[in-house]
DNA sequence: CATTTCACCTGGTGGC
DNA sequence: TGCCACCAGGTGAAAT
């Protein structure tokens, strides 16, 4: 489900729910793949700590946690694990986080449930198990931080230099989460195709002005998702269990064979970077 | 170093 | 109905 709309999308829900509330209790489940730190230290770390507040950087869902307040669990503690801390959660290709009450059935492949001072549930569920959870403790661990810029911010300079001399497909080089954090598949397709850019171009060919119509349609193509929730594809949901609409608005992701809503051409399909990779032959150059 | 390919997982869909 | 091939929002390790 999530590229950088959807990650938006979930993290406010979230935050909006659940923040200020204590985590009382933690559940994780046995797969190995979710934990990037192992489970039972991110349960000993989150019990009794708050959620503070929740956010988005990249792809990555950032929970800010309050220092381990609570004395005895405190004294148990060594001395560096006792501060602030951030669970880092990324969602990979088929994750929810979701705000439950504790009788709501507990979906197939939920893999953490963190009972809440109010009785809720944080729940974390991910089919593929391609979405990852990791604890910080800022003590001892360099706050999150994503390795490439935030589209929604970038300059126009900057933004031309992340490409200047690379060979890759610019189609590669949007996908690469250390130039740019947040666009997947959906997102790189639907900007390109707003910019008039064939997703097979050379990155390091693109002309200065292609590289600013490139830029400005990715970030308004991205804030026009967030507004409308995401794209949900076909299970993708926020915090609150609904469903996004942007996927009304998809120009080409997905629409192989489909008339080009501009020129009725027909909508291509390829293989780029193991990537399904939808274009318009005639608006694209 | 830059770039490409592939493995990691489960589930849904469409063809036969 | 069943079986099978193929496809799906991501990424990180290994190969080139």
Request: glycine share 10%; net charge positive.
């Amino acid at each position: 489900m999530p590229e950088l709309p959807e990650v938006e999308t979930v993290a406010r829900s979230v935050d909006r729910r659940v923040r200020g509330q204590r985590i009382v209790e933690v559940w994780f489940g046995s797969h190995r793949e979710p934990f990037k730190t192992p489970p039972a230290q991110q349960a000993r770390a989150l019990e009794g700590r708050e959620l503070l507040s929740i956010h988005r950087t990249g792809k990555h869902i950032v929970c800010e946690l309050s220092a381990a307040l609570d004395e005895g669990t405190r004294k148990s503690m060594r001395r560096e694990a006792a501060g602030a801390a951030q669970w880092i959660v990324h969602l990979g290709m088929t994750g929810r986080l979701l705000v439950s009450h504790p009788d709501n059935p507990v979906a197939a492949h939920t893999h953490a449930r963190l009972r809440l001072g109010d009785g809720r549930e944080l729940r974390f569920v991910d089919p593929r198990r391609f979405g990852r959870l990791e604890l910080r403790l800022l003590d001892r661990d360099e706050p999150f931080t994503a390795a490439g810029a935030e589209p929604l911010t970038i300059g126009a300079a900057e933004f031309a230099a992340l490409f200047r001399g690379r060979k890759l497909a610019i189609k590669a080089a949007l996908l690469n989460q250390s130039l740019l954090t947040g666009v997947g598949n959906i997102y790189a397709d639907e900007s390109l195709f707003h910019a008039g850019i064939r997703p097979t171009r050379a990155a390091g060919r693109l002309t200065r002005a292609e590289l600013e119509r490139l830029r400005v349609a990715l970030r308004s193509v991205l804030q026009n998702s967030i507004q409308a929730g995401g794209s949900s594809v076909s299970d993708y949901v926020d915090a609150d269990g609904v469903k996004g609409f942007y996927q009304l608005d998809h120009c080409v992701y997905l629409r192989g064979g489909q008339p080009c809503r501009s020129c009725q051409s027909a909508i291509r399909r390829i293989l780029l970077a193991g990537r399904g990779t939808h274009y318009c032959p005639q608006c694209q150059k």
